[in-house]
């Protein structure tokens, strides 16, 4: 392998983009359903092979060109069904009443016959990765490393966030100590 990925190239989009559509066929057969046609991306970034978004009516399946160059065969066999199970879940039972990797997810991938996985575990060396830095900010129970976008929304004044556990406001760090 080299040491920087190349992206997929146009043939191997529009491969993927195929096998996109006939899994959708599939579910449309499985769930006895219309779906209706979902624009297919190539562009994700970061250690995330595939993505299904939902913003209100619009859907869209994003995928990653460099993990796809990287492990080609196995995105084609994993990360496509995993995306489309996503998007048929979500037409058939809606957002917000099933959950993502829930019953009805794993059944519809089972349908597919491809494992019901939710994460790979493969080298991602050569794929390029922007990594956020984190900024140190502490509740009344624990220190959190919050990203650089939750940073500066708080910065801003945009947002405020809490502890998950005490429910106390996270405040930064620099400000405690």
Known sequence: MPD??????????LQVEQFTLECIARAQ????M?????PVM?????????MFRAQGRHCRIRYNPWIFAKYFEHNLAHTVPH???HYAV???WGRGRVRPHGV?????????GVPAEVTFNLD???VPQRRQRRHRYRCACRDHAVSSVRHNRMERGEASYRCRYCDSPLLPASDID
């Open 104 to 112: 009805e997810w794993r059944w519809l991938m089972e349908q597919f």
């Open 29 to 32: 057969e499985l769930l006895a």
């Open 83 to 85: 995306e489309v199970a």
């Open 42 to 50: 190539f562009d994700l970034k970061g250690r995330t092979a595939g």
């Open 124 to 126: 991602l060396s050569g």
């Open 4 to 13: 920087h990925v190349v992206p997929i190239n146009k043939a191997q989009q």
């Open 34 to 38: 219309q779906l209706a046609p979902i």
């Open 90 to 92: 979500y037409c058939h």
